[in-house]
């Protein structure tokens, strides 16, 4: 791969009537002169806007704006003796990731054959964690045995909590890059695919994603395939749940994952580590709660058995959570041999807001209004943007544009437009576009992440208002993940001309062993994290936020891949492509 040039571009390209703005690196201090050239032809000239200092990128940085091409076709972009990578200006540019990033959470299913002729030559695989050795299996998983979450220091973070019982856990989607499987990021991952397809039916600006749009092995069922992976994930969240009569009935186990981190690559058929349930926790218990509630609303006209019984669920877990109101997940991390990642959870008003959300969506009954108003979970909205972590934030997305009759509906519409004001003033800060300013100037674990659903935060406002300049700035937030950034890199594997292909995964380990592929187009990396927490990326540490990034597959604190990741992704693909 050539030099970076000094000219950051969406290296996707622009569409014709979006916004269209370009980073120079540069020390000059005056505007300089840019062109842009077709075929070695000027069609559009013009001065940079000197930017000064980039503190996040370490760059002294010019902006170029050429918002006024509309002619489609292949350009680069020129300027301070620096040329551009060719990109495109065109229609339909965000289509085809629509597709991919939802064909990604295919490939993170376990339990199953992955055919190669869904996910593409050279991605096939054999079902893992089924009962099949050198697999334990995830058809009958015990509960972890007392002791095995006890720190050096003798803590027992599970309090002592024991259990015989052991649960058919098969199915569901890998996390990440690891082969544990946890619910509360699997919670807003399908949280997103359900809201990506219930905003596209509702607006009417895409296609609904129906039966036969994505490769997936259900396609020609009859039911819209987005929902079908979307029932992947949900059926192994209800299989989580704690059996009747057990202590703690009712809540939903935090995790199933592995007794150590297996090395990579390790197929996942190939894993050979005993597996266990982790402790229940009320985070894991209201995840449930609030995307059966969501997903009883959207499979009831194809499914009408399993709405009722995603609805039962819903409810069930919400009254278990509330019994139950403060059982966390702790930090495994602490522990010698984690084998997992701890997803742990100290505050749960988000995810309470979010479980009360949705069972109101749903049903409409005004117990749930009721626990949204006892529960305000001040700040709603926080400048890094919302994750699995925080979800509040996403179920106000949810109230402000779902249909119901919540009294206060208006209100809670304009806290999200007042919440994207504040982010698109942030925004224009940037000189690299995207919507992230971190108050710590910090970038967190899974920053790209986060500047996705900050821009669905923005394309929310957009709807809620009809404002095209709400669209604008998802648009121009867009080419910071695509190129427009401190390392010109492309955080998307298969857009771009310089795309993060090493992302960690114990499968689509490429750069470890050739016979195995890269992660499948579509695929989001993490994204730079100030912390440096991996041994690879631990040489950056100091580094300013932007450059703490490395395409390598040992770095997972700044380049995994991970369903709520891709989920982001896929959200705002669906927003920005057109049926
Ligand atoms: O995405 C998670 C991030 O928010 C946390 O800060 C981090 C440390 O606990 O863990 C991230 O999640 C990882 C999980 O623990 C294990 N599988 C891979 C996940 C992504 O890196």
Redesign the pocket.
Same mark, same amino acid.
Request: net charge negative; proline share 4%; no cysteine.
């Given at each position: 791969m050539t030099e970076v040039p000094r000219v950051r571009v969406n290296q996707v390209g622009y569409l014709p009537d979006g916004p269209k703005a370009a980073t120079l690196v540069t020390d000059a201090t005056a505007p300089v002169p840019w062109r842009l050239l077709r075929d070695g032809v000027a069609v559009a000239q013009g001065e940079s806007q000197p930017r000064g200092h980039d503190p996040s990128a370490g760059l002294d940085v010019h902006v170029v704006r050429f918002d006024e091409v509309r002619e489609v076709g292949s350009f680069v972009l020129e300027a301070d003796g620096a040329t551009s990578d060719p990109f495109a200006v065109a229609e339909n540019l965000y289509d085809g990731l629509r597709v991919d990033s939802l064909v990604v959470f295919y490939g993170q299913r376990s339990g199953v054959t992955i055919d190669e002729a869904l996910l593409g030559p050279g991605y096939g695989r054999a079902a893992g964690h089924v009962d099949v050795a050198p697999n334990r299996g995830d058809g009958a998983v015990p509960c972890l045995p007392a002791g095995h979450a006890t720190t050096a220091d003798g803590v027992d973070l599970y309090d002592g909590w024991t259990a015989g019982y052991v649960l058919d856990v098969t199915g569901g989607w890998y996390?990440? /890059? =690891?082969q /544990?499987k946890y619910v509360v990021?699997g919670g807003i991952a399908v949280a997103q695919l359900l809201g990506l397809y219930e905003r596209a039916l509702r607006t009417g600006t895409t296609d609904p994603l129906g039966d036969g749009s994505l490769r997936v092995p259900e396609r020609g069922n009859g039911v819209p395939d987005v929902l079908d992976e979307a029932r992947w994930e949900l059926e192994w969240m209800l299989r989580m749940r704690v059996p009747a009569g057990e202590p703690y009935a009712g809540l939903v186990h935090h995790k199933v994952s592995d007794e150590r981190w297996v090395p990579l690559p390790t197929l996942p058929a190939d894993d050979p580590q005993p597996r266990y349930l982790h402790r229940p926790s009320t985070a894991a218990t209201l995840n449930l709660a609030a995307v059966a509630a969501h997903g009883a609303r959207l499979f009831a006209p194809h499914d009408a058995a399993f709405a009722e019984q995603l609805l039962g669920a819903a409810r069930d877990a919400y009254d278990a959570a509330h019994d139950h109101p403060v059982l966390l997940a702790p930090d495994t991390?602490v522990l010698a041999d984690a084998g997992?990642?701890?997803? =742990?959870d100290a505050d749960l008003d988000d995810d309470r807001l979010w479980a009360a959300a949705e069972l109101f969506l749903t049903t409409g009954e005004d117990r749930y209004a009721d626990d949204l108003r006892a529960n305000p979970c001040t700040p709603v909205f926080r400048p890094e943007g919302f =994750?699995?972590?925080h979800v509040a934030a996403w179920a106000y997305l949810q109230l402000a544009t779902v249909p119901s009759a919540l009294p206060e509906r208006d209100t809670v519409r304009a806290a999200v437009v007042e919440a994207a004001d504040a982010l698109r003033d942030q925004q224009a800060t940037q000189p690299f576009g995207h919507p992230y300013v971190p108050t710590t100037g910090r970038y967190?674990?899974?920053s790209n992440g986060l500047v996705l659903n900050n821009l669905a935060l923005l394309a929310a406002a957009h709807e809620i208002t009809g404002d095209p300049a709400y669209r604008d700035a998802v648009l121009g937030g867009v080419d910071y993940l695509f190129g427009r950034n401190a390392l010109g890199v492309s955080y998307v594997t298969g857009y771009g001309t310089r795309d993060v292909r090493n992302q960690h995964s114990r499968w689509y380990a490429h750069q470890l062993d050739p016979s195995l592929p890269h992660p499948p187009r579509g695929t989001v990396s /993490?994204g730079p994290n100030s912390d440096c927490p991996d041994p690879v990326s631990a040489a950056l540490a100091g580094s300013p936020a932007q450059c703490c990034f490395v395409d390598d597959i040992g770095a997972?604190?700044v380049n995994?891949m991970?369903i709520?990741w891709n989920s982001a992704l896929a959200w705002v693909a669906s927003y920005l492509a057109r049926g």
């Open positions: 996390d990440a /890059g =690891d /544990g990021n991390n997992s990642g701890p997803y =742990d =994750d699995w972590n967190d674990w899974g /993490g997972y604190g995994e991970t709520n």
